[in-house]
């Protein structure tokens, strides 16, 4: 076989696995982050906004989640958020704004990941932008045009997929 074909093929198969790890990464994020607050019950709401919702996230794309909290838990949620994302890595850069924006940097091996946490209730919706909703127990996406809603099962389902 010709040398510059293998290594071309050797060139798309590293690009393919090095986009699958560093997105794995992020979806694990998205999916045990996720699904540690529906379980603690902490929000009554979850979604994604960003490049995320749009369906055209990269290594380098930040997750913008967006929660409406549960009012009993609230506290919790605030006292348990660092230390659940610090379980994928260190935070080099935390900054919360007001209990209503919270921004941090995520520290990997080998990649940063930004996170931003909008605490909201749905009066502050901004319906204008792409959302992708994770976690709609009442229902109150149903009369709103929005994409494609994934459960944390589903995406997790997808991020094993993706690990085959």
Same mark, same amino acid.
């Given at each position: 076989m010709n040398k510059s074909k293998d290594f071309l093929l050797f060139s798309f198969k590293k690009l393919i696995f090095y986009f699958k790890i560093y997105n794995m990464k992020q979806y694990d994020i998205i999916n045990n982050f996720t699904k540690t607050l529906i379980e603690r019950k902490y929000i009554n709401l979850a979604f994604l906004s960003g490049s995320y919702a749009r369906k055209r996230e990269d290594e380098y794309s930040n997750? #913008?989640? !967006?929660?409406?909290?549960?009012?009993?838990?609230?506290? #919790?949620? !605030?006292?348990?958020?660092?230390?659940?994302?610090?379980?994928?890595?260190?935070?080099?850069?935390?900054?919360?704004i007001d209990n209503k924006d919270i921004i941090l940097v995520l520290k990997t091996i080998d990649l940063d990941i930004n996170i931003n946490i909008h605490i909201t209730d749905l009066s502050d919706l901004d319906l204008n932008n792409d959302i992708l909703p994770l976690y709609d127990p009442y229902h109150l996406f149903d009369k709103? #045009?929005?994409?494609?809603?994934?459960?944390?099962?589903?995406?997790?389902?997808?991020? #094993?997929?993706?690990?085959?």
């Open positions: 997750i #913008d989640f !967006y929660f409406v909290l549960n009012d009993k838990y609230e506290e #919790d949620f !605030y006292n348990d958020y660092y230390k659940l994302l610090s379980s994928f890595g260190t935070i080099i850069y935390n900054k919360n709103i #045009d929005t994409n494609i809603s994934y459960s944390p099962a589903e995406i997790g389902q997808f991020i #094993d997929k993706l690990a085959l």
